[in-house]
C-alpha cells in the first residue's frame, strides 16, 4: 500500500550520501527506489539541471518503516528548524528506548547543530533537538508509556516568522482537506511567549490521511519560515483527485512547477499520481513534465 502523504527532502547534490547516512544511524531502515535524470540535457533539463545530467534524482528510503524522498537537486532551497522530525522512543514498546535514543543523538548530533541539549525537560525525562550535517533537524523524545502510542517519526511543523500563531488555522484547514483526518492533543500557552500569542499553540498534534504531524507556534522570534527544501508528496490515485488537492492546496501561482505547489502558510506540497514513476517512463515524459504546473495525466 502507497502511503498517502511523503516527506521529500531536497539536498544540494549529496542526497545519496545523506541516505546512506541516514540507513547507517536509524534502526530498520531501508533503500527502496531510485530514479535517474535524463542522461541527455536536450530531454528537457532546465539550466540549472544541466550539470546533473544522468545522475541520481531521487532516492526513495525507509526510516524506521517511515517512507522519504530524496530529492538530488541543487542550492536553491536550504533545511532550517521550520520543518523537523520528531522521533519517539517509547519504554512500553521497547525496554532499550532510552540507551536507543541515545545512541541515535550521538550518530545524528556528530558533526551537527545542538538547538536544544539532550536533557530532561518538564514534558519529556529525555529530549533533544539537533540540526544534522546535512542541516536537517530532528527532535528526539523519550516519550510517556502512558499515553496513546505514536509513530517512530512524526513530522513537525514550527510556525514562526510572519507564520506565527497560525498553527492552530493550520492544523483545522489541513483536516478539512485530507480523509481520515482529525485534530489531537492541542496544548496552549498560558500567556504571551515572545511572538507567540496568549492561547496560541505551544504544541498540538493532527492526524491526515492516517498519519500523525504535529505542529506548534514559536515562542522565540526567528527569521526563517516553510520552503521547498522539505515538501510533502500527497500520492493521488487519479485526475480527479489530483485536481481536488490542487484546487485545494495551490495558493501561491509563483511557486507552481511540475505538480509543486505552496499553501497559504507556506508550505510546500507535490500533487501528483501514484503511477508517476510509470508515467515517467514514456517518450519525452521529462520535458513534458517541466512544462506542466499542476501535473495532467493525460498530457503524458
Known sequence: MIQKIIPNLWFNGNASEAVDFYITAFPDSKITGRSFYPPNPAEGLADFQLELAGKVLTVEFELGQQPFVAI???PEFS??????????????????????LEELWQKLSADGDVLMPLDSYPFSPRYGWVQDRYGLTWQLILTDPSGEPRPFIIPSL???????NRAEEAIHFYVSVFEHAKAGLLARYDEPTG?????SLMFGEFMLAGQWFTAMDSGVEQDFTFNEAVSFQVNCQDQDE???FWEKLAHD?????CGWCKDSFGLSWQIVPTNM????EKPGAFSKLMEMKKI???DF
Open 72 to 74: 538530488n537537486a541543487g
Open 79 to 100: 533545511f532550517n528548524p521550520s520543518i523537523s522530525f520528531m522521533v519517539n522512543f517509547d519504554p512500553s514498546r521497547d525496554e532499550k528506548a532510552a540507551a536507543r
Open 158 to 164: 514550527l510556525f514562526g516568522g510572519d507564520k506565527v
Open 195 to 199: 511572538p507567540a500569542k496568549s492561547g
Open 242 to 244: 489530483i485536481d481536488y
Open 253 to 257: 501561482p509563483i511557486f507552481n512547477q
Open 277 to 280: 514513476a510509470e508515467l515517467m
Open 296 to 298: 495532467v495525466i493525460a
